[in-house]
């Protein structure tokens, strides 16, 4: 029988130095995320009037590049949604929730695979990489979260 110590103080328990790192880096991007999403829509037709006006615009701006830019509302409330529905779990992750970690991966997956669904782009295994390695060192911290 292996011999497990209850915690019957009141005191809470301590969140890892790795998790508060990871939230507050997702707290970060998903700032960034959510101006990008209410923002882009707004100011789309002037990016790409810039951007095709500099000198090496083809450098700058690929045809993947100019669909995300021309998604319109839709696509960008969408990604608002699943913004805020990663932020929501890191918050959750912060206090220790588990439910946390499952309202970040879902969201992330499905912010992976919008422009695919919606956009008909193929998809960018790069983009990947990020959210992946995120998602593994979240899932090393659910041993702490209740």
């Known amino acids: 029988m292996e011999n497990e110590t209850i915690n019957t103080s009141n005191e809470k328990p301590k969140r890892p130095q790795l998790l508060s790192i990871l939230c507050v880096l997702t707290f970060i991007s998903s700032g960034l995320g959510i101006i990008t999403s209410i923002l882009t829509p707004m100011m789309s037709d002037k990016l790409v009037e810039f951007m095709v006006s500099m000198p090496s615009y083809e450098q700058n701006l690929t045809q993947e590049g100019l669909i995300i830019l021309k998604a319109g509302w839709g696509y960008y409330m969408i990604s608002l949604a699943l913004i805020s529905g990663s ?24 912010l992976f695979c919008l422009p695919s669904l919606m956009l008909g782009l193929n998809f960018d295994l790069i983009g990947l990489v990020m959210p992946g390695v995120f998602i593994g060192l979240y899932a090393l911290n659910l041993k702490y979260m209740e």
């Open 87 to 110: 932020l929501t779990g890191a918050i959750y992750m912060w206090k220790l929730k588990k439910i946390g970690f499952h309202f970040y991966t879902i969201a992330n997956i499905i």
